[in-house]
């Protein structure tokens, strides 16, 4: 399926208070990351989110301050982490991508915490951007629908 294809994000029903939100972007590729962002915010609107916004300097550093974000002892509802990895010539492409990647589940599921992820893997920019359009599937607005998911879950299951 392309992304033009893939179904547009939607807010599922949420019981209970507004969430409170922390999103977590590693703005490298600005353009990218605030376009999932601002889709995330537009997304997470539709249930009165209550969203705070922190930077980081690039996807490495999305798992570490996620735990941080956890240890902190902040009553956060779900996070969302979002970044950009494009594909270059050497090896670091494929460290960066699996480190984080193992490394922000494994915060998430350590701390049980409740998590949507826009990391973007792609080979190129241009593949990047077509993930972060207003218009179609945008991985930010994915991230927020998935977090809010869990947010319900977790929630029933209190109940």
Not at 47 to 66: D, I, R
Not at 113 to 136: K, N, P, Y
């Amino acid at each position: 399926m392309s992304t033009a294809d893939a179904p547009v994000a939607r807010a599922p029903e949420l019981k209970g208070p507004a969430p409170k939100i922390l999103a977590i972007s590693a703005p490298y590729y600005r353009q990218v990351v605030d376009g999932m962002l601002d889709s995330a915010r537009h997304l997470l609107a539709q249930v009165s989110a209550e969203v705070t916004v922190v930077e980081v300097s690039g996807a490495y550093e999305l798992p570490q301050a996620l735990a941080i974000a956890a240890a902190s002892g902040k009553a956060y509802d779900g996070y969302i982490v979002l970044g950009c990895v494009v594909r270059g010539e050497t090896d670091h492409y494929e460290f960066i991508c699996a480190s984080a990647m193992d490394g922000l589940l494994r915060v998430a599921s350590e701390h049980v915490l409740c998590l949507g992820t826009a990391l973007l893997t792609v080979d190129t920019l241009a593949q990047a951007v077509a993930r972060s359009h207003e218009t179609g599937s945008n991985k930010g607005a994915e991230a927020a629908s998935a977090c809010l998911q869990q947010i319900a879950l977790k929630r029933m299951l209190a109940a």
